[in-house]
């Protein structure tokens, strides 16, 4: 009687070929699964920059928000300064809240749901009789992810601390790593803080 060989089974060679071309497919794979994921990040953050910018321009046409004492409704030409805090790190604390009473919840980082900080801007000037009034966003997480215009020569209120302007947030603006970690950036003299009333 003969006896029959294992049929059921691969061959070495079979094994081989197969684990050489998921090998080769997870190389292509795994650098554009990456690159989506880093998309879908930067547009979550760039969301929730545009997010917190509407969220202060309602404020400010609503006449909730006053700006070094003065309200909104009432302030002339100048830049005012909305800033955003979802952790304690930035403003320690009063700032949160403030945040915490513009967006219920406020946006966080979507680089590991960390906490966001950074400011919301306009800028009003007048043109003739009509007052113009733009927005800007600079926004950073604590690891050091955001949405800042570092090539304007660091932050000074010539260049409205590195915001960028609201026509401009787009995904190629929201940075994975910015250059240099803006930190906790201070209140300097020429800054008009805001705060909800």
Not at 90 to 109: A, N, P, R, V
Not at 158 to 166: D, M
Request: net charge positive; proline share 2%; hydrophobic share 35%.
């Amino acid at each position: 009687m003969k006896r029959k060989l294992n049929q059921a089974g691969f061959t070495l060679i079979e094994l081989l070929a197969v684990i050489t071309i998921m090998g080769i497919l997870m190389m292509v794979a795994i650098p554009s699964v990456s690159r989506v994921i880093e998309n879908s990040r930067r547009d979550t953050f760039m969301n929730t920059a545009k997010s917190y910018l509407n969220q202060v321009r309602n404020e400010v046409l609503a006449d909730n928000i006053a700006c070094g004492g003065t309200d909104a409704s009432a302030l002339g030409e100048g830049t005012y300064y909305f800033p955003i805090s979802t952790g304690s790190e930035f403003g320690g604390g009063t700032y949160k809240q403030q945040t915490i009473d513009l967006m219920e919840k406020g946006g966080k980082s979507a680089w590991g749901n960390g906490d966001v900080y950074g400011y919301i801007v306009w800028k009003k000037t007048s043109s003739g009789s009509q007052m113009k009034t733009s927005y800007y966003a600079a926004l950073w997480d604590k690891n050091n992810h955001g949405l800042l215009n570092v090539q304007t020569g660091g932050y000074n209120s010539s260049n409205i601390y590195g915001a960028v302007a609201e026509d401009s947030i787009t995904r190629s603006k929201v940075s994975p790593k910015l250059a240099s970690k803006p930190g906790s950036v201070t209140v300097s003299s020429g800054m008009t803080l805001c705060t909800l009333k």
